[in-house]
Protein backbone atom coordinates (compact mmCIF):
# COMPACT_ATOMS: atom_id res chain seq x y z
CA UNK A 1 0.00 0.00 0.00
CA UNK A 2 0.78 3.70 -0.32
CA UNK A 3 2.15 5.82 2.67
CA UNK A 4 -1.23 7.44 2.27
CA UNK A 5 -3.27 4.80 2.27
CA UNK A 6 -1.23 3.52 5.41
CA UNK A 7 -2.07 6.86 6.96
CA UNK A 8 -5.12 6.79 6.18
CA UNK A 9 -6.01 2.88 7.51
CA UNK A 10 -4.12 4.20 10.83
CA UNK A 11 -6.67 7.19 11.38
CA UNK A 12 -9.83 5.55 10.82
CA UNK A 13 -8.65 2.79 13.31
CA UNK A 14 -7.69 5.30 15.87
CA UNK A 15 -11.01 7.07 15.03
CA UNK A 16 -13.05 3.62 14.94
CA UNK A 17 -11.99 2.68 18.07
CA UNK A 18 -13.52 5.44 20.28
CA UNK A 19 -13.39 8.88 20.94
CA UNK A 20 -9.80 11.02 19.90
CA UNK A 21 -8.64 14.40 19.78
CA UNK A 22 -8.05 15.94 16.70
CA UNK A 23 -4.80 17.59 17.86
CA UNK A 24 -3.86 14.34 18.52
CA UNK A 25 -4.06 12.87 15.35
CA UNK A 26 -2.59 16.24 13.56
CA UNK A 27 0.34 15.99 16.26
CA UNK A 28 0.98 12.43 14.78
CA UNK A 29 0.68 12.81 11.17
CA UNK A 30 2.86 15.75 11.30
CA UNK A 31 5.92 13.87 13.27
CA UNK A 32 4.89 11.10 10.37
CA UNK A 33 4.80 13.71 7.24
CA UNK A 34 6.72 16.86 8.57
CA UNK A 35 5.22 20.09 8.10
CA UNK A 36 6.88 20.85 5.24
CA UNK A 37 5.30 17.64 3.44
CA UNK A 38 3.61 18.57 0.24
CA UNK A 39 1.60 15.38 -0.12
CA UNK A 40 0.09 16.36 2.95
CA UNK A 41 -3.78 17.10 2.77
CA UNK A 42 -4.20 21.02 3.76
CA UNK A 43 -6.31 20.39 5.90
CA UNK A 44 -3.40 18.97 8.21
CA UNK A 45 -1.51 22.10 7.68
Not at 13 to 38: F, N, T
Request: proline letters at 4%.
Amino acid sequence: MSQQSDMADDVYSRLDAGPIAAAHLIRDLRSQWGIEQKKMPRIFL
